[in-house]
C-alpha cells in the first residue's frame, strides 16, 4: 500500500488529482483506516505492532501527500509568474493627447488679460429667462429691436440666451458698490435662430464686458478695448468706434480693428476701408442700471459684447465659422500650442 501509494502521489499531475489520491489512500473508506479499524479483531498482542505500522504508513502518506502538494502549488504560481511576466524596457504605446479648443484658447487669453487688470469672471445659464435675456437689457416685450437676434424659444418665458448681456443684470443686481466699483467679464455660448454658413452658427461664443463705478467715461472703455485688441493681434492693430446702436447702451458704438490682411491700407478683405468690424460696445443706458437697483445717478460705465469666433477667425485666417465646431482633429491640431 505504502509504495503503491507514494507512486500514486508523485504521479498526481494536479492538486486536484492529488486531493483524490489522498481521499482514495486516508479516507474513511481507505486501506489504512480499515487496517485501523480491524485492530479490534486482532490478537492483543499483535495489536501494538500492526497499529504503529499502519500509523507510519499513514504519516508517509501524509507527508509525501503535502509535500506533492507544495511542489505542485509552486509550479502553478512559477508559471502564473512566467506568464505574467512584463518587460519594463520595452517602449510605450504613444498616447495621444488633446489640447484646448482653439476658441477656448482665445477666451483664456481674454480671461488671462482682464483677471489682471482686476476684473472677476463670472458664468452664468444657457437657458435663461426673457426678463434678463431681454426686459432687464431695456428690450421690453414687442420692442422691435429683439429682431436684431433670432432667438431660440423654449417657452414664453424662457430662451436659450442669444447674448451675453443677460449677464450685465445679473452682475448688477449683485453688486455691493458700498465694496467698490463693478469689473467684471462673461464668457460663454450664445445661440440664434441662423441657418448656419461660411459666417453664421446657431451657436457661438461671447465675452460680454462690464464697468461700473463713478465717473467712468468712454475714453476708459476705448482704452481697454485698444489693450483687448492688441493683447490678441499684437500692437500694430490700431481700433476706431463708430456709432451704432443697442438697446443697452447710450451711447453705442461698433469697434473695428486695423483689418490684419493689409495693415490698414485696403484690400478686398476690408472693402477697401482698412478696417473690420469686431464687436459691439457702448455706455450702459440708465434704464440698465435702474432696473438691476444701481442708482444711475451716481454710477455709470461701459459694456462690450465681444466673439472669441470671430477674433479666431480673423487671427487665424479661418474662412468657414463651422470648422469651429465639426471637432474634426486635423483641423483643431493646427491650434496646438504645444508644438
Ligand atoms: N449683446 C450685443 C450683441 O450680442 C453686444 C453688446 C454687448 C453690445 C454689450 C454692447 C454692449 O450683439
Redesign the pocket.
Known amino acids: 500500500i505504502k509504495q503503491k501509494g507514494l507512486a500514486d502521489i508523485d504521479s498526481a499531475v494536479d492538486l486536484k488529482k492529488l486531493n483524490e489520491i489522498r481521499v482514495h489512500l486516508l479516507g474513511k473508506k481507505g486501506p489504512i483506516t480499515a487496517t485501523l479499524r480491524g485492530i479490534k479483531d486482532l490478537p492483543v498482542e499483535e495489536r501494538p505492532e500492526v497499529g504503529s505500522y499502519a500509523n507510519k504508513i499513514r504519516d508517509a502518506i501524509t507527508q509525501a501527500v503535502a509535500a506533492h502538494r507544495e511542489d505542485l502549488e509552486d509550479a502553478a504560481l512559477n508559471k502564473q509568474l512566467a506568464a505574467e511576466k512584463i518587460d519594463v524596457t520595452l517602449p510605450g504605446k504613444p498616447v495621444a493627447q488633446g489640447q484646448p479648443h482653439v476658441i477656448q484658447q482665445i477666451i483664456d487669453e481674454f480671461v488671462d488679460l482682464f483677471l489682471g487688470m482686476g476684473y472677476q469672471v463670472l458664468q452664468g445659464p444657457e437657458v435663461e429667462s426673457d426678463k434678463y435675456n431681454f426686459e432687464m437689457?431695456n428690450l421690453p416685450k414687442n420692442h422691435p429691436a429683439r429682431d436684431?437676434?433670432d432667438t431660440f424659444y423654449l417657452s414664453k418665458e424662457f430662451l436659450m440666451r442669444?447674448?451675453?448681456?443677460p449677464m450685465?443684470a445679473r452682475a448688477l443686481e449683485k453688486h455691493d458698490f458700498s465694496k467698490g466699483p463693478l469689473k467684471m467679464i462673461s464668457p460663454g455660448i450664445?445661440y440664434r435662430r441662423d441657418t448656419d454658413d461660411p459666417t453664421h452658427s446657431h451657436q457661438f461664443h461671447?465675452v460680454?464686458?462690464?464697468v461700473i463705478d463713478r465717473h467712468v467715461t468712454m475714453a476708459d472703455l476705448k482704452g481697454t478695448l485698444l489693450t483687448m485688441a492688441q493683447k490678441i493681434f499684437g500692437d500694430r492693430f490700431d481700433i476706431r468706434l463708430r456709432p451704432s446702436y443697442?438697446p443697452?447702451?447710450e451711447p453705442?458704438?461698433e469697434v473695428d480693428i486695423t483689418c490684419f490682411n493689409c495693415m490698414g491700407k485696403g484690400c478686398d478683405v476690408c472693402k477697401h476701408t482698412g478696417w473690420i468690424e469686431v464687436?459691439?460696445?457702448?455706455m450702459?443706458h440708465p434704464n440698465v442700471l435702474e432696473m438691476a437697483g444701481v442708482d444711475s445717478k451716481v454710477y455709470g460705465g461701459?459694456?462690450?459684447?465681444?466673439g472669441p469666433d470671430r477674433f479666431a477667425m480673423l487671427k487665424y485666417g479661418v474662412d468657414d465659422i463651422r470648422d469651429f465646431y465639426l471637432d474634426d482633429v486635423r483641423f483643431l491640431d493646427q491650434f496646438d500650442k504645444r508644438g
Do not use: I, K
Open positions: 437689457m436684431m437676434q442669444s447674448q451675453t448681456s450685465q450664445v461671447q460680454e464686458g462690464l443697442f443697452f447702451t453705442s458704438v464687436l459691439g460696445a457702448g450702459v461701459f459694456a462690450f459684447g465681444v
